[in-house]
């Protein structure tokens, strides 16, 4: 059975950080490329961070880049994504994904207040 549960999730104003932490469980996670996704009720689910099954490579939507780092530590099987300058924008709830078998989890919230 597959599990990604996610955390890090809170309440924190602009220009602060948080670190989200993913936990997965069920699949191959090693040889699995991971995604970080948000969704707002105004905007749906749009794309955040992606990284490769080495952790050698990233890659970020325009509007988080230089400022979120997506990591993984494939001995745990967690991915993270350390969010730094944050913005009243990026307040919204934010999923673990494995994009090649379509597994979400049950998503994070953050708020960034302004």
């Known amino acids: 059975q597959v599990k990604l549960v996610e955390s890090g999730g809170g309440l924190v104003q602009a220009g602060g950080s948080l670190r989200l932490s993913c936990v997965a469980s069920?699949?191959?996670?090693?040889?699995?490329?991971m995604n970080w996704y948000r969704q707002t009720p105004g905007k749906g689910r749009e794309f955040v961070a992606a990284?490769?099954?080495?952790?050698?490579?990233?890659r970020y939507a325009v509007d988080v880049r230089g400022r979120f780092t997506i990591s993984r530590d494939n001995a745990r099987n967690m991915v993270f994504l350390q969010m730094y300058n944050l913005k009243p924008e990026d307040t919204a709830v934010y999923y673990c994904?494995?994009?090649?078998?379509?597994?979400w989890g049950q998503g994070t919230q953050v708020t960034v207040s302004s």
């Open positions: 994904v494995v994009p090649a078998d379509g597994y």
């Open positions: 069920g699949f191959r996670f090693n040889n699995s490329i």
């Open positions: 990284i490769t099954e080495s952790g050698e490579y990233g």
